[in-house]
């Protein structure tokens, strides 16, 4: 379970307080040390001896190993104990429940998932385990037994931790159910507090939900509204279970003092109510003898640390100090290296938090002491990477305040290694580490590219070092690294533009790729932008502050549905000049006229359609380039598509059912669209209107052996993956649902989608990350070039459009100039006069393969 302690601090009190299903029955046990054999054999082997309580005996020493924080050990000795158990026993089902306990602290929650739904539901099969799915369980099947209300509750937690929080709710709420039924007390408490976290992982994705929606009033009373459930929630836990208790009120404080910083953030402080209650736990806590007088455990030492960093966000140094040394003192003793590193760690960051403050230099030694420290114990650890990462990085942080630049990236490049080698399982174990993304994994990224641009003295000292093809890498690891997860792993297959994009592969390279990435902190607060030419990297840098009012000008006025009112030359050109000078001017002279350029964007750039950009002349990008952009920088190794010998799949509706519950405006253009493609193409089949239902168009695609889906519908991008879907016309298509639907295609016919293309979409409004959503259902529809309208063009001009695209993918053309021709055609072509507004051809983007 200690594989993935450092984790906890950001979120729940550690799952150091074990219900162990011994014999069918369950015990509720304080992790205290217990000794045990070296090895899982010596371990078997004494239960041997224990004959006809052999089974018993190796659940007990699974637990052991567990407490000792072996979980694989424990994963080994309870897969024993269920083999020596009778098949489908109490005994039986309570071995794989606590194996699902054993995969968790692995941080293997999707396997834990799939043993926990084999326990209750037996060789029935459910898919409920694979995040992107949508099938539910049917609760109704599982009878009212106390091994089923502990199952359910594991359960219930560890759907949690991959992200299905509807899902685990309802599982709680079923144990709940059960729990009482039976009054079973020490169950009921321990489910309380599961739906307390449950509640609380929903608070922390609606506050990051809050930061892209234009709906911000509901969004912020739905995380309020969470936020309580979850303190209704703790606070059920009964007094009678003292472990819990403490449990219960650490969490309560430490989502009390997010809460708090939340309000405050979004200029809402008066909205909270809970000073008061912030100070009776505090008092509770202190004061409480059940705290202080722990016996050594990695409870007692989770406890204390996690009741330290709270004290310390609050302004209450002196005794969050007191708490940190406590555990220190507990850790040391017990054996248990990942324990005392993680005290260490802890109290290192202590010291440099103040250091911040006072700028006291003794405060600075002492953390480089502590933290160094940690980090030598970690190193001795196996597979410490989750807390290796984490120390490192802020060893960074103390050698950039000191000056020591070259130290500090040493020690930021351990921990970016360290990170990758764990971030999937981080992700996958901890829904506030998914949900702050931004805040807890960029900036160590972000240290590491600004030590890296930053440590030489002039821009020309910038752009002539080595270390600018480090900073592309590493920009595109971070991409990657948003884009799984906002959307989960992406296929194997792809490659990497910053790594795998080299002269001697069989197709045409760029002549450019224009790197950005936006560094927002406020010690940082720059938009950082590197040009790579076939043979060299140009540099580029302004303060993200001065440049954030364009960008956001220029969203909101693209996103109002009255743009093409507006005067390009009067509304936008100073917004798209300023952008122009930044990605392209500095490196103008480098370039060639004309050719390639790819964009690999920060995605809060993500919905600005970059051929739009204009230089001193007044003259688009579109223009002069031919422009594709990389979301996640990476895609399907480049490949032109040979329309004459592809065939399609073209779907589309112009009107739904239950339109307006659904808020669907009519598009009056579809069948003129759909009917300029069908002559220009091999249409396979064609699904309008009342034809175009998610079934018929999951059997097409399972069916049909295409190589270009084109749909024609109202659709919408969101950096949440809730909110992006295809509207077919008797339901929406979510993202979650699209993949389900392309996985019923062979992995064979999947990888033939060589062009999708969706033309009346649009981005979220007031999401500027918006972007990721079309960046997600390009990766999950497999597709190696996806075409999208950035805002929907509801307007005769569409068809026209896609007509003059498709006509020059048939000429021949690459897929960016067959777009750049498309628009240049409205530009420049007379009888194209009356769309020659932005409005009618700058919202078409290329996303994936230029060829």
């Not at 059960?178 to 922390?204: D, M, W």
């Not at 739009?612 to 032109?640: C, F, M, W």
């Amino acid at each position: 379970m200690t594989k993935y302690w450092s984790v906890w601090k950001y979120i729940l009190l550690a799952i150091s307080l074990i219900l162990v299903i011994i014999g069918g029955q369950e015990k509720l046990i304080a992790q205290v040390d217990n000794p045990v054999g070296n090895s899982t054999s010596s371990a078997i082997a004494q239960c041997e001896l224990a004959a006809e309580n052999y089974a018993a005996c190796l659940t007990q020493k699974g637990y052991d190993y567990f407490n000792r924080g072996d979980a694989q050990a424990a994963l080994e000795i309870w897969q024993e104990a269920e083999a020596a158990y009778p098949e489908n026993s109490d005994g039986f089902i309570g071995s794989k429940i606590n194996q699902g306990m054993a995969l968790q602290g692995l941080g293997q929650s999707r396997q834990a998932c799939q043993v926990l739904v084999k326990a209750l539901y037996g060789d029935r099969l459910y898919s409920i385990c694979d995040v992107t799915n949508e099938e539910t369980l049917d609760l109704s099947a599982i009878s009212p037994s106390s091994m089923n209300a502990i199952g359910l509750r594991n359960l219930g937690e560890v759907l949690r931790a991959i992200g299905k929080l509807d899902e685990s709710q309802q599982v709680l709420e079923k144990s709940l159910e059960i729990s009482q039924k039976l009054n079973i007390s020490e169950q009921i408490n321990l489910v309380q507090l599961e739906l307390g976290n449950t509640h609380r992982a929903n608070y922390y994705r609606l506050t990051n939900l809050y930061e892209r929606t234009d709906n911000k009033a509901n969004t912020r009373k739905d995380a309020i509204a969470q936020a309580d459930l979850a303190l209704a929630s703790y606070r059920q836990v009964r007094e009678t279970y003292p472990l819990l208790q403490i449990k219960s009120q650490l969490n309560q404080l430490s989502l009390l003092v997010d809460f708090k910083d939340w309000l405050s953030k979004i200029k809402q402080s008066d909205s909270f109510t809970h000073k008061s209650e912030i100070t009776d736990l505090i008092d509770w806590l202190n004061n409480s003898s059940n705290l202080t007088n722990l016996p050594p455990s990695q409870f007692a030492v989770d406890a204390q640390i996690n009741f330290a960093l709270n004290l310390s966000k609050l302004g209450q140094s002196e005794m969050a100090f007191t708490y940190a040394e406590k555990a220190r003192k507990i850790a040391t003793p017990l054996g248990n290296p990942s324990a005392e590193s993680y005290a260490l760690g802890v109290l290192g960051e202590l010291f440099y938090d103040r250091y911040v403050r006072l700028k006291q230099d003794e405060d600075l030694t002492q953390a480089e002491k502590l933290t160094r420290e940690a980090i030598v114990i970690a190193n001795k650890i196996p597979d410490s990477a989750n807390l290796l990462y984490e120390w490192q990085w802020q060893l960074g942080k103390i050698y950039q305040d000191k000056g020591n630049i070259e130290e500090a990236i040493a020690a930021y490049e351990a921990a970016v290694k360290n990170l990758e080698i764990v971030r999937r399982d981080l992700l996958a174990i901890n829904a506030e580490m998914r949900f702050s993304f931004q805040e807890k994994i960029k900036p160590i990224y972000e240290d590491l590219i600004w030590s890296l641009l930053h440590q030489a003295e002039t821009p020309e000292q910038k752009s002539e070092q080595k270390d600018l093809k480090r900073v592309t890498e590493l920009i595109g690891q971070f991409q990657q690294a948003e884009v799984e997860n906002a959307f989960g792993c992406i296929q194997s297959e792809l490659i990497n533009l910053t790594k795998d994009i080299e002269p001697q592969n069989n197709y045409d390279l760029p002549d450019a790729i224009i790197y950005t990435i936006v560094l927002e902190r406020e010690q940082h607060n720059a938009i950082e932008v590197i040009l790579k030419t076939t043979d060299k990297y140009y540099y580029n840098s302004t303060r993200w502050t001065d440049v954030k009012k364009n960008i956001d000008n220029l969203q909101d006025i693209l996103q109002d549905k009255y743009f093409y009112q507006y005067e390009p030359n009067d509304w936008i050109s100073t917004d798209t000049k300023k952008l122009y000078e930044l990605f392209i001017g500095h490196a103008e002279n480098h370039l060639p006229k004309t050719g390639d350029l790819v964009f690999v964007v920060d995605s809060s750039l993500s919905n600005i359609p970059m051929g739009l950009l204009q230089d001193k002349h007044n003259q688009y990008l579109v223009q002069k380039y031919r422009i594709s952009t990389i979301l996640g920088a990476q895609l399907r190794e480049p490949k032109k598509l040979n329309l004459e010998k592809s065939t399609a799949l073209i779907a589309g509706a112009d009107q739904w059912q239950n339109a307006q519950e659904r808020n669907l405006d009519p598009l009056n253009y579809i069948t003129d669209e759909l009917d300029e493609f069908e002559k220009l193409t091999v249409a396979r089949s064609r699904l309008e209107g009342e034809d175009f239902t998610r079934n018929k168009f999951q059997k097409q695609v399972a069916d049909l052996p295409v190589q270009i889906i084109h749909i024609a519908t109202h659709a919408k991008f969101s950096s949440d993956p809730e909110q992006t879907r295809i509207e077919a016309y008797d339901q929406p298509i979510t993202l979650k649902e699209l993949k389900s639907l392309l996985q019923s295609k062979t992995q064979s016919s999947l990888d033939n989608i060589e062009l999708l293309v969706l033309s009346a979409c649009q981005t979220a409004k007031g999401d500027e990350r918006s972007g990721l959503g079309l960046a997600g259902v390009a990766l999950q529809a497999g597709a190696r070039s996806t075409v999208a309208s950035l805002w929907n063009v509801n307007d005769p001009s569409t068809p026209k459009f896609m007509k003059e695209f498709y006509q020059r993918l048939k000429d021949g053309e690459t897929k960016a100039e067959a777009l750049r021709q498309a628009q240049l055609a409205f530009l420049e072509d007379e009888k194209y006069s009356n769309f020659r507004h932005p409005y009618y051809w700058a919202s078409f983007i290329l996303v994936g393969s230029w060829l």
